[in-house]
T-cell receptor
Framework: AQKITQTQPGMFVQEKEAVTLDCTYD???????LFWYKQPSSGEMIFLIY??????QNATEGRYSLNFQKARKSANLVISASQLGDSAMYFC????????????FGTGTSLTVIP | DVKVTQSSRYLVKRTGEKVFLECVQD?????MFWYRQDPGLGLRLIYF???????EKGDIPEGYSVSREKKERFSLILESASTNQTSMYLC?????????????FGPGTRLTVL
């Protein structure tokens, strides 16, 4: 079974609007971390935001927030006030505490911001 | 500043050649990883290493080997390159053991095998 599922291969959003990128995960480990990365066309992977399984509040980093619904095993990324520079691939990833060395990645969502 | 560097951004090789991709990190991280990235498939783990001279197979190790003689350096080796190994290769590193620590990525090597 896939550890991380991203069901949206491509998304479009109007500049200045908010957009939600979906991510669901599968684990039986009670301790895990969830990560989102951005990959612009230049290729480098940029860490955006982290959510721990025991965190009571949703993580936020500037215009990025993570909508963490533990019971549903979802960790959606919300980008507010989209900018043209947000156009990129976005990857969701998970790391389990008991197998803490490996990261599991989704297949990514390509976001295009329309002026 | 955190840094992971890869020896080449672009590489063109011929079928059958032996190819070395080098990765160096300056963060004293225990863990290092090699991924390949293909459109629609996301990042797939080839090998990772959690200590010097230690290695673990990832999801797609066939056709690849790795070497980690020093903590800061992790090499990916294609013993006999084939056209289906044309891909983007990403190296990453992380601290060991904690689920809270992110991976840090290198800029990637785009390998073309002709």
């Amino acid at each position: 079974a896939q550890k991380i599922t991203q069901t949206q291969p491509g998304m479009f959003v109007q500049e200045k609007e908010a957009v939600t990128l979906d991510c669901t995960y599968d684990t039986s480990d009670p301790s895990y971390g969830l990560f989102w990365y951005k990959q612009p066309s230049s290729g480098e992977m940029i860490f955006l935001i982290y959510q721990g399984s025991y965190d009571q509040q949703n993580a936020t980093e500037g215009r990025y927030s993570l909508n963490f619904q533990k019971a549903r095993k979802s960790a959606n990324l919300v980008i507010s006030a989209s900018q043209l520079g947000d156009s990129a691939m976005y990857f969701c990833a998970m790391r389990e505490l008991n197998t803490g060395n490996q990261f599991y990645f989704g297949t990514g969502t390509s976001l295009t911001v329309i002026p | 500043d955190v840094k992971v560097t890869q020896s080449s951004r672009y590489l063109v090789k011929r079928t059958g050649e032996k190819v070395f991709l080098e990765c160096v990190q300056d963060m004293d991280h225990e863990n290092m990883f090699w991924y390949r990235q293909d459109p629609g498939l996301g990042l797939r783990l080839i090998y990772f290493s959690y200590d010097v001279k230690m290695k673990e197979k990832g999801d797609i190790p066939e056709g690849y080997s790795v070497s980690r003689e020093k903590k800061e350096r992790f090499s990916l080796i294609l013993e006999s390159a084939s056209t289906n190994q044309t891909s983007m290769y990403l190296c990453a590193s992380s601290l060991a053991g904690e689920s809270t620590d992110t991976q840090y990525f290198g800029p990637g090597t785009r390998l073309t095998v002709l």
